[in-house]
């Protein structure tokens, strides 16, 4: 089969995936009451009118201020009224945060990355530690039931970010350091703690604070016998892998990651030295789909190798956000072997927001 | 287009990230800037001892004969930057080019910053009392009348997160190579040409290549050598001066409110220092701490901004390399209308009148050109210092002349740079020495933007590098 003719049968994929997932969310026997409540407004009826992926066009863009505040229970399909519900929440410092509810989603999001993992740089049965955001995140939970999934035990840490954001605005420099030191002191804990941890997840602040301090004591990650990192966040540039590659890992396999509470994880192409650690992520399609849009006129992409808006479709039985304009920009990237769909590369906050978004707080 | 590397302590590194620098009128690609990963700095930061370690293989005096080189070369030679060469007229040029400042202006920075470097001995001599700078290098000594002495060093390097806009701050670091102190450069992103110029120009003359480092980046990078260097200068706005006001390590520089005082003896006579107010006002396009935003008298004072609004009103924006250009371009889309905004804001308190209202050419304050937009002078007069724009800084020739009697004067005018305090009444000049929130003070008639660099600016460089501590020795 050509790439082509993989692209096409991707398509087709997808074009029925969405009218699977659009015909649960609107059904009023499966249905989620959110969207029950929000068809009986529109001028279509979606379980009709929505055949193709291009069809989703026809919503208006999603709006994140419609997961602020609650019930809650009105994202819960009907069908899934039975099962326990996770919420999970993004944002929040000032303000509502937004809420998402889950049951397995992230389950099968993190199952799915867990597959594009190589097993010599994270071996299965290894324990893991997982430096990033605690308390009602879904990153947590995702990381330590992917561990679990791979035979390991998953060693976590306190961090609440919304304090971390607190005290940047406040401009409490002396306590962001404490706190700082905080994290990294417990994560060091458990990495000499003869836990026999060959893999982790770190943002890339942590993961530099965490080798600096590792440095400060006279040893290094890759001493405490790490292997394998998965990291993310529109902080992960192609400068930053190189400085991490060349100054930081000693070798160590890093893989970047983009996504978000709303999606699940979207890996990245091979990065490699040669391509100037160029990174480029691809959408776990059919469940999420990312699009790089005209930011004036988001139903429109934009051509490959061009710059637009981030925008993200979610499509799960737990979840339907059709058309939701991320905080990020970046370029349209062709498909490939491994993912015959488009990609992403060089995403960053999207310039409209970049004033205004603190980003990489942890 | 110049492409230019960040420098690691003397090495260069060309990044993944590069910024652009552009011409602001014709939008032309002068540089291509590697920009710093926070990483990066913080890793280096780890070796800084290196620097200090080099410089203190140099006695201060020969530290001292090289700066005076390195003055020669910064203003005659050309000299490397990136994978070009630069001379002093393309030095003056990309300055302009990428700031806005007139070029002329630009030469008046260069020069003023060839005189420090040329004088360094004195200003040094000046600074430490005169102490023997070898003293500072081995960490103690006996001072001529056999008192031993000890001078422990708070950092190895200075770090230094300078403006964009302003290429007057440069002085304020150049004596610290002699000090044998290292330096550690995030520059302005639309400035990045004095501190490449005068590193390379520093090595030429001998310095170590390990004792400085430059890290062009954004806020992340301004942050990181914030929180990796012992002790670091910051240039920026208010809030930038307010959240560092407590940091020991940060030397926060901001706005100066710089203000010239008229005591009740002399005020009637105000016609005699109308010249001085007004190049303390428009003298490098207002664009400086040290230029004067508010003048402050008991009377006259409707009379002394009309004179000032008379005398700038008509000042209107120039090529860059006109020699009469008085104005410099806010290359910032949009910063330009709305600081006029604010302005315009303030102007309904009461008792406040634009003075420059009305223009010889029937010209408004905001001028806006397609890729660049100018302030011109703006005179305001206060009845009163109640209002807020009483005092008030922004980066163009603005003043507010301010009627206040002189018993409520020193009381009224908060922080101030430099009070240029003229009167010849001895009470009021004694609680002017008093005064606590005045920085620099002139007494009698001194322009505010008149420097003398044998003095100390805003806290003297010697005390935040060096602390001073008991120090004695015994037979064993």
Redesign the interface.
């Known amino acids: 089969m050509t790439i082509d003719d993989r692209i096409a049968a991707e398509k087709a994929k997808l074009d029925e995936h969405v009218r699977e997932i659009v015909r649960w969310h609107f059904d009023p026997e499966t249905g989620t009451p959110f969207w029950l409540d929000f068809a009986s407004k529109l001028d279509f009826d979606p379980r009709t009118d929505i055949n193709t992926f291009d069809d989703l066009n026809r919503f208006p863009s999603f709006q994140d201020e419609w997961l602020r505040g609650g019930p809650v229970r009105r994202w819960v399909p009907k069908a899934f009224a039975d099962k326990p519900i996770y919420v999970f929440e993004t944002g929040g410092t000032t303000g509502l945060p937004k809420s998402r509810i889950a049951i397995d989603d992230f389950r099968t999001d993190y199952e799915m990355f867990s597959e594009t993992l190589p097993d010599d740089k994270f071996p299965l049965g290894s324990n893991w530690l997982m430096l990033g955001p605690s308390g009602p995140r879904r990153l947590r939970l995702a990381v330590e039931h992917m561990c679990q999934h791979r035979g390991g035990i998953c060693f976590c840490i306190d961090l609440d970010p919304r304090w971390v954001i607190q005290l940047m605005k406040k ?1 409490w ?1 002396e306590h962001l ?1 404490a706190y700082k030191k905080h994290v990294i002191d417990q994560a060091v804990k458990i990495l000499k703690g003869g836990h026999e941890i060959k893999a982790m997840f770190a943002t ?1 602040k942590l993961l ?1 604070s965490l080798c ?1 301090a590792l ?1 400060d004591q006279g040893t290094s990650l890759a001493e405490c016998g790490v292997l394998g990192i998965f990291s993310g966040g529109t902080e992960f ?4 892998t ?3 590659t060349e ?2 890992l000693e070798g160590i396999y890093m893989t970047p990651t983009y996504g978000n509470t709303l999606m699940g994880l979207a890996a990245s192409r091979p990065v490699t030295a040669e391509e ?2 160029k990174i480029t992520y691809y959408a776990p399609q059919p469940r999420a789909v990312l699009q790089i849009v005209d930011p004036d006129e988001p139903s429109q992409v934009v051509g490959y190798g061009e710059t637009g808006r981030v925008k993200l479709t979610t499509l799960t039985k737990e979840l339907f956000v059709p058309g939701f304009l991320e905080r990020d920009e970046g370029e349209r990237e062709e498909p490939y072997e491994a993912y015959p769909w488009d990609g992403v590369s060089g995403v960053r906050p999207f310039q409209k927001f970049a004033d205004s978004t603190t980003v990489g707080v942890y | 287009m110049i492409n230019i590397p960040a420098l690691r302590w003397g090495k260069p590194y060309e990044s993944l990230d590069k910024d652009e620098v552009v011409h602001f009128e014709t939008g032309e690609k002068l540089a291509q800037v590697s920009q710093a990963n926070a990483g990066i700095i913080q890793r280096d930061m780890r070796k800084a001892s290196r620097a200090r370690a080099a410089l203190r293989e140099i006695p201060a005096g020969e530290l001292i004969k090289m700066v005076r080189t390195a003055a020669e070369l910064y203003m005659t030679a050309d000299l490397p930057l990136g994978d070009g060469t630069q001379g002093p007229d393309d030095f003056v040029r990309y300055q302009s080019a990428t700031t806005g400042l007139p070029e002329h202006m630009c030469r008046a920075n260069m020069e003023k910053n060839r005189f420090v470097l040329d004088r360094m001995d004195q200003v040094l001599e000046s600074l430490t009392r005169g102490l023997d700078l070898d003293i500072l290098g081995r960490g103690h000594g006996i001072e001529e009348r056999g008192v031993p002495l000890s001078f422990q060093a708070q950092a190895d390097v200075l770090g230094l997160v300078l403006p964009s806009n302003s290429p007057g701050v440069h002085t304020l670091w150049m004596p610290v190579i002699p000090l044998q102190v290292g330096l550690v450069f995030k520059p302005g992103p639309q400035e990045p040409w004095t501190p490449y110029r005068m590193t390379e120009a520093f090595y030429q003359a001998g310095v170590p290549r390990e004792a400085i480092s430059i890290y062009p980046g954004g806020p992340d990078a301004g942050a990181a050598v914030l929180g990796a260097c012992e002790r670091s200068l910051i240039f920026g706005g208010k809030p930038t001066v307010d959240q560092y006001r407590a940091d020991p390590k940060v030397q926060a520089h901001g706005p100066g409110f710089s203000k010239i005082l008229l005591g009740d003896d002399v005020v009637d006579n105000w016609e005699k220092y109308l010249d001085l107010m007004v190049d303390s006002v428009l003298v490098n396009s207002g664009r400086s701490c040290i230029s004067c935003s508010g003048i402050w008298a008991s009377r006259h004072t409707r009379e002394i901004a009309t004179a000032m609004a008379e005398r700038m009103a008509g000042v209107a924006p120039k090529p860059t390399n006109d020699p009469e250009s008085a104005l410099a371009a806010f290359t910032v889309p949009g910063a330009a209308k709305a600081i006029s905004g604010m302005i315009d804001q303030q102007l309904t308190a009461s008792g406040v009148e634009d003075m420059t209202a009305v223009r010889p050419d029937g010209g408004d304050r905001l001028v806006e050109m397609e890729r660049c937009d100018y302030l011109r002078p703006t005179v305001v007069h206060c009845s009163s210092p109640e209002p807020e724009i009483a005092n008030t800084e922004y980066m163009f020739p603005f003043v507010s002349v301010v009627e206040c009697s002189q018993d409520q004067m020193l009381g009224r005018i908060g922080e101030t740079l430099i009070g240029s305090v003229i009167s010849g009444d001895e009470s009021l000049r004694a609680a002017a020495l008093n005064a606590t929130h005045i920085d620099r003070l002139n007494l009698g008639a001194v322009p505010t933007i008149q420097l003398n660099w044998l003095q100390p600016h805003e806290g003297n460089i010697i005390d935040f590098l060096y602390r001073n501590r008991a120090y004695q020795e015994a037979d064993l």
């Not at chain 1, 540039?237 to 930053?240: D, R």
């Open positions: 401009g420099n350091e890339p530099e600096e440095e540039t192609p400068q930053w190189r400085f991490a100054e930081l100037d650690y």
